[in-house]
């Protein structure tokens, strides 16, 4: 169950790129320890507002709010986790990974704070390996890792399983829920898989093809999920007739 307070808040979001108009003016929010799912075709405007909320891309007009401020920055309030596996340095180790980002933000307690969270992701005998020597799955367990060490007030994932195969999926799906309800972050996570929206969210804000939000779900299923279930089934149909109602370009 997420906290009351709304830890982001993405108001408003204008986003062009020449005429061409990809956010008309969104608006969500998520608060502490909920995962809130953006579902959309590809080409909707689902990572552009993911860039946004992380202040990596700035909007042309709309405000994003962490805990109630006003952000125009990257800040160690917020961490970002991209699709593609190769995001940690094949140059250093899984530790090394997970404590780069501790040890520029002068954490004093790194290392310990590196090995408890590789232990938390099931990946502590694995501590001094390379990524050339970890299976996909281990190397987004690390990026994971990585972002949880850092203890940020929101975690925002863009589309970060779709690169393992479905059973590996499922336990970074069911590590991701965990992770959150221990460490008590935010997360915005982009996907187009309807299946992974209903395992991973307490809410699924839908967005059409041309980057409005169409509408939002709450997921009325306890956990652990199964999205084959009866609830479940008609939520994915509900989803699916929404989204079909408004194809990828």
Same mark, same amino acid.
């Given at each position: ?16 790129? #020449? ?12 608060? !502490? ?7 959309? &075709?590809? #080409? ?5 507002? %993911? ?10 007009? +709309?405000?994003?709010?962490?805990? #109630? ?21 094949? *140059? ?13 933000? +002068?954490?004093?307690? *790194?290392? !310990? $704070? ?16 390379? &990524? ?14 990585? /972002?949880? /060490?850092? $203890? ?13 195969? !479905?059973?590996?999926?499922?336990? @970074? ?12 972050? %935010? ?24 980057? !409005? ?21 008609? @939520? /994915? ?11 990828? $370009?």
């Amino acid at each position: 169950m997420a906290d009351s307070a709304e830890a982001l808040s993405v108001l408003n979001i204008v986003k062009r790129y #020449g005429d061409h108009l990809v956010l008309p003016g969104v608006s969500l929010s998520v608060g !502490a320890r909920e995962i809130v799912c953006l579902l959309g &075709p590809s #080409g909707c405007g689902k990572s552009t507002l %993911a860039k946004i909320a992380a202040s990596l891309l700035e909007p042309d007009d +709309g405000t994003v709010r962490v805990n #109630g401020v006003p952000v125009t920055a990257p800040d160690a309030n917020r961490f970002m986790i991209f699709q593609e596996q190769d995001q940690i340095f094949p *140059w250093k180790t899984a530790l090394g990974n997970v404590t780069f980002p501790l040890r520029l933000d +002068g954490v004093p307690d *790194w290392r !310990a $704070r590196g090995i408890e969270t590789l232990r938390e992701v099931g990946l502590e005998a694995a501590a001094e390996k390379y &990524p050339h020597q970890l299976s996909g799955g281990m190397r987004q367990r690390v990026a994971l890792a990585r /972002a949880f /060490a850092m $203890r940020p007030s929101v975690l925002i994932m863009d589309e970060p399983f779709a690169s393992v195969d !479905a059973s590996l999926r499922f336990d @970074l799906q069911d590590l991701l829920v965990r992770l959150v309800a221990e460490h008590s972050q %935010a997360v915005l996570f982009v996907t187009h898989e309807i299946d992974e929206s209903i395992r991973l969210a307490e809410r699924i804000v839908v967005m059409s093809d041309d980057g !409005a939000v169409t509408g939002e779900h709450t997921v009325p299923i306890d956990r652990p999920r199964d999205a084959r279930s009866p609830v479940g089934s008609r @939520l /994915a149909h509900a989803l699916f007739e929404q989204l079909s109602e408004h194809p990828s $370009r």
